[in-house]
């Protein structure tokens, strides 16, 4: 009992030191902003935030705006942010060391001057990656990522590591360590997850445009939360060498790494400015694909497929007229739109996506977990996976009428053998040849599908796990998919919602129901969806949407 006490008041002191860095960063924040002030009171920091990316890069080369300007308008205008919403765990000091050397080599990136914010899990040499984890602090990356790597030799600064939920594996912000992030806006809601800290300072405007990673949704949650863009390319289209991952090894349910920001137009130029030889030559199991300028500023109407739901998770009334509006505005617009039929999506999600995340029996997944001080919002999930088989059998064959909880209890539990898992992947092989079978009968250029919406109650991601349906999907099928703001919830949709009974009629539907009330004005998004390595017509299909 002593040596656990000791234990754990170790832990608890690591935690501690962990939050005053935090408090540290923003100080150092604070001073360099004040700084700079008092050394040029006359810049007009508004009119810098104001500025789109692509017009703010522009001006950064042609001299008529300098660096260090940009770069103090955005520190000033993130410490704001994580003020307000704790999105900020680490002002990466020596980005004051790279701006000055910046203006030294006259050597002009993509990106050259342009603050950009980088997702906790994302490696940046001298820093924690710590995914929430007490265990990852105080073990600072050796190098930078190659994605960090690229970024700098564009000429981005990096200048902020962002929240995550602990594990990763959420959809909300919160770990034991930095706490809970809140979407700027509105404070009662979630941000999003897992890169909810990215959500929410870009969201904020408290940076211009950042880097996170996806497994289930961990983009596109966040942009939809907090009404900015994001895209999930192709798994492998963006090195992830030096991304730390929620679960080790897993090849199921593809992870990938991804721009956020305001708008499609600074999307597309992260992706323009990462898709280059240094990427290509820095991680040589990245395709060398460069940025196809041709599809993306092709002006061919489409032929887009969509759906309104997915049958598994029941949209939210705003989500359905998020999708129905966008789908009549691009047909005025003269595209083609052709009605898909999607089937089998619980399948999907508890055998390929659950199932196939967790086929050890989720031993790695709890293993990182071993020795923390707390165990999240994870309880029963625990208890499950820790439980003996016999057991299992039980509350599954108990759990079988409750429909749901039944295959979340089987699927968590039960230890996949290796043959098992070998039959998965080439399940999911043959569902990912008949799903694009299909798009290529009805002769699609892209697709354009729910996004889930608006954003949940702090604290309701955890108990909604079954809801990442829409954006898993796109994961076990590695397709780019992107997520754009379309629509705010207004008092009909609200209206709506009292009739919302979801498809099971079971208590994730009515929590479902619960966690949606209350949010007119909140921003309702769409996805868009392009087969794989099509990130440029996936992007642009964005815009086109965006410009409705």
């Given at each position: 009992l002593l040596l656990r006490w000791r234990r754990r008041r170790g832990l608890w002191r690591k935690v501690k030191e962990a939050r005053q860095r935090q408090e540290r960063s923003l100080v150092?924040?604070?001073?360099?902003?004040?700084?700079?002030?008092?050394?040029?009171?006359?810049?007009?920091?508004?009119?810098?935030?104001?500025?789109?990316l692509p017009e703010l890069s522009k001006k950064l080369r042609d001299g008529s705006l300098s660096p260090e300007h940009v770069f103090y308008a955005y520190v000033g205008k993130a410490?704001?942010?994580?003020?307000?919403?704790?999105?900020?765990?680490?002002?990466?000091?020596?980005?004051?060391?790279?701006?000055?050397?910046?203006?030294?080599?006259?050597?002009?990136?993509?990106?050259?001057?342009?603050p950009v914010s980088i997702k906790d899990s994302i490696d940046c040499q001298g820093h924690d990656s710590t995914l929430g984890f007490i265990k990852n602090l105080n073990k600072p990356a050796a190098e930078d990522s190659v994605v960090v790597q690229v970024l700098r030799r564009q000429g981005a600064i990096p200048f902020v590591k962002t929240n995550v939920p602990q594990s990763l594996i959420s959809?909300?912000?919160?770990?034991?360590?930095f706490g809970q992030t809140f979407n700027p806006l509105l404070y009662t809601r979630s941000p999003g997850g897992s890169s909810g800290g990215e959500g929410a300072l870009v969201g904020g405007g408290?940076?211009?445009?950042?880097?996170?990673?996806?497994?289930?949704?961990?983009?596109?949650?966040?942009?939809?939360?907090?009404?900015?863009?994001?895209?999930?390319?192709?798994?492998?289209?963006?090195?992830?060498?030096?991304?730390?991952?929620?679960?080790?090894?897993?090849?199921?349910?593809?992870?990938?790494?991804?721009?956020?920001?305001k708008d499609v137009e600074s999307l597309a130029l992260g992706m323009?400015?990462?898709?280059?030889?240094?990427?290509?030559?820095?991680?040589?199991?990245?395709?060398?694909?460069?940025?196809?300028?041709?599809?993306?500023?092709?002006?061919?109407?489409?032929?887009?497929?969509?759906?309104?739901?997915?049958?598994?998770?029941?949209?939210s009334p705003a989500m359905r007229r998020a999708v129905r509006e966008t789908k009549q505005l691009l047909e005025d617009a003269g595209h083609t739109l052709v009605p898909f039929e999607l089937t089998n999506v619980d399948y999907v999600i508890f055998n390929f996506c659950v199932r196939g995340m967790f086929a050890d029996g989720a031993t790695s997944f709890?293993?990182?977990?071993?020795?923390?001080?707390?165990?999240?919002?994870?309880?029963?999930?625990?208890?499950?996976?820790?439980?003996?088989?016999?057991?299992?059998?039980?509350?599954?064959?108990?759990?079988k009428p409750f429909h749901l909880l039944m295959p979340f209890i089987g699927f968590v539990s039960f230890f996949s053998t290796v043959d098992e898992v070998w039959s998965l992947h080439h399940e999911i092989e043959e569902f990912c040849h008949q799903f694009i079978a299909q798009w290529k009968k009805l002769n699609l250029d892209v697709m354009l599908c729910p996004m889930l919406g608006p954003a949940l109650g702090i604290g309701y991601p955890g108990k909604l796990s079954v809801a990442v349906s829409y954006t898993m999907l796109y994961n076990a099928l590695d397709f780019p998919a992107g997520v754009v703001p379309v629509t705010m919830v207004t008092d009909k949709d609200e209206e709506e919602l009292k009739g919302y009974q979801g498809y099971f009629r079971d208590w994730?539907?009515?929590?479902?129901?619960?966690?949606?009330?209350?949010?007119?004005?909140?921003?309702?998004?769409?996805?868009?969806?392009?087969?794989?390595?099509?990130?440029?017509?996936?992007?642009?299909?964005?815009?086109?949407?965006?410009?409705?």
């Open positions: 150092q924040m604070e001073m360099a902003v004040r700084r700079f002030r008092e050394q040029l009171p006359s810049v007009n920091m508004i009119s810098i935030l104001s500025l789109p410490l704001q942010i994580a003020t307000e919403t704790n999105c900020i765990t680490e002002y990466l000091q020596e980005s004051e060391t790279q701006l000055q050397k910046a203006k030294m080599t006259g050597k002009l990136g993509l990106l050259y001057g342009v959809y909300d912000c919160k770990n034991l360590i408290g940076s211009i445009l950042g880097f996170g990673t996806d497994v289930g949704g961990s983009l596109r949650f966040p942009a939809a939360f907090c009404g900015i863009c994001a895209l999930k390319p192709t798994g492998n289209r963006l090195s992830k060498k030096g991304i730390i991952s929620g679960v080790l090894g897993q090849k199921a349910v593809v992870a990938a790494v991804g721009p956020m920001a323009r400015a990462l898709l280059c030889e240094d990427m290509f030559n820095l991680d040589s199991t990245v395709p060398p694909l460069p940025f196809n300028e041709e599809v993306y500023s092709s002006t061919q109407p489409l032929r887009i497929g969509y759906y309104e739901t997915d049958f598994f998770t029941m949209p709890l293993k990182m977990f071993k020795g923390e001080l707390e165990k999240s919002s994870m309880g029963l999930f625990f208890w499950l996976a820790k439980s003996p088989n016999w057991l299992k059998s039980v509350l599954s064959w108990i759990a994730w539907d009515r929590t479902l129901a619960k966690a949606f009330r209350g949010s007119v004005g909140l921003p309702v998004a769409v996805q868009c969806v392009a087969l794989p390595w099509q990130e440029e017509l996936c992007l642009r299909f964005m815009k086109e949407v965006e410009t409705l």
